[in-house]
């Protein structure tokens, strides 16, 4: 037991000594240990601060804190494929103006992975919160339980997206997961697009953020769908042919969704015209490109921050990659491998 601590420990350490900043708004950590996925898959939690105790005994750290306020998300994503053939999924993430944090998974028996974290899940971006204040490292160690969207080393990439309508409760008696540890599983435990709808059928969804959430997934084979909860049932939204290109935004493309609150179909036709107009095919530059087309820069109607889109990723589900723009940024691109933990390469 001892030899264990110690083990998780040096575990601790090395991550949070790895917490690197890249730009104004993008993070990175290479994560290492384990942080108890099998354990929450089986025990099963149905809300963001049964995640936080969870994370926090995990760590063995009071400090790992999970913001349970986070709402009111916008949000675009789009599958396609470049000239060259590579299978890509491109992903807007829109909301408060915050970091980003890039983080870098190898979990024991388990898929490698990258996947991307909102800074305000861990109260990053205000000065006293700031994650350049050595005091808040400790807080990325939650870094894992809070993903939003990932790219594994099978090449399946994955996206959360909001919808402004009633949350999800399953109660069929299934284990209850909520909506960030879904998309961890999904990353560590799925090769495929098909193994990630088998995934979610296997629990009752729980989304914890007072809203409605929906994802849409690739692959390295071309493949895409899209899942999404209504009237608290499962529904998945295949390709018709082949690499047939998926579009997302923040109303159901499920009949008799709830979207009275939507919002993006004007995002989501411009995505549409635009792989229309490129005959289904697109450069990952060109596919950033439209993802800066379709981003949000306002103030909230209600609370005083501005939204914005936050990052704009481009996966490569051929070669394992992932491009980034964050803050509004698009003259700066980043570029971040499964295969390479920690190294961050700037696209001229």
């Known amino acids: 037991m001892k030899r264990n601590r110690e083990e998780a420990e040096?575990?601790?350490?090395e991550t949070l000594?790895?917490?690197?900043?890249?730009?104004?708004?993008i993070w990175t950590v290479v994560y290492q240990g384990s942080y108890g996925l099998d354990e929450l898959l089986e025990k099963g939690k149905k809300g963001i601060l049964g995640i936080a105790r969870f994370a926090q005994d995990h760590v063995r750290s009071k400090q790992v804190y999970i913001n349970p306020f986070v709402r009111d998300c916008g949000c675009s994503t789009f599958n396609s494929r470049t000239p060259d053939n590579?299978?890509?999924?491109?992903?807007?993430?829109?909301?408060k103006d915050s970091i980003c944090i890039v983080t870098w998974t190898s979990p024991e028996n388990a898929y490698r992975s990258i996947s991307v974290?909102?800074?305000s899940f861990f109260?990053?971006?205000k000065k006293w919160q700031n994650p350049k204040n050595i005091k808040n490292h400790t807080r990325v160690m939650a870094a894992p339980y809070c993903c939003m969207d990932g790219i594994n080393e099978m090449g399946l990439a994955a996206a959360i997206l909001e919808i402004k309508a009633k949350s999800t409760k399953q109660k069929t008696g299934k284990t209850p997961i909520i909506t960030p540890i879904a998309l961890r599983g999904i990353l560590d435990k799925c090769k495929n697009v098909d193994e990630?709808?088998?995934?979610?059928?296997q629990y009752d969804m729980y989304d914890p953020l007072y809203a409605n959430y929906h994802y849409q997934f690739a692959d390295a084979d071309g493949n895409s769908a899209i899942v999404e909860y209504v009237n608290n049932e499962m529904h998945v939204i295949r390709q018709s042919e082949k690499d047939e290109n998926l579009k997302l935004t923040n109303f159901?493309?499920?009949?008799?969704?709830?979207?009275?609150?939507?919002?993006?179909r004007d995002r989501y036709h411009r995505i549409d015209e635009r792989l229309c107009e490129c005959d289904h095919s697109i450069s990952e530059k060109d596919a950033m490109k439209l993802l800066e087309s379709c981003t949000l820069h306002y103030h909230h109607k209600y609370l005083p921050h501005m939204v914005i889109t936050?990052?704009?990723?481009?996966?490569?589900?051929?070669?394992?990659?992932?491009?980034?723009?964050?803050?509004?940024?698009?003259?700066d691109m980043y570029e971040f491998s499964v295969d390479e933990p920690g190294v961050v390469k700037k696209i001229d």
């Not at 040096?10 to 350490?13: E, L, P, S, V, Y």
């Not at 000594?17 to 708004?25: A, C, E, K, L, T």
């Open 86 to 95: 590579d299978v890509i999924l491109g992903r807007n993430f829109d909301y």
């Open 310 to 331: 936050v990052w704009s990723s481009v996966y490569n589900c051929t070669k394992k990659t992932m491009k980034m723009c964050a803050g509004m940024n698009y003259n």
């Open 117 to 119: 974290t909102f800074g």
């Open 17 to 25: 000594s790895s917490f690197r900043q890249v730009d104004d708004y």
């Open 10 to 13: 040096k575990a601790k350490r």
């Open 123 to 125: 109260l990053f971006g």
């Open 196 to 201: 990630a709808v088998e995934f979610l059928k």
């Open 252 to 264: 159901f493309l499920t009949e008799g969704g709830d979207n009275r609150k939507e919002m993006g």
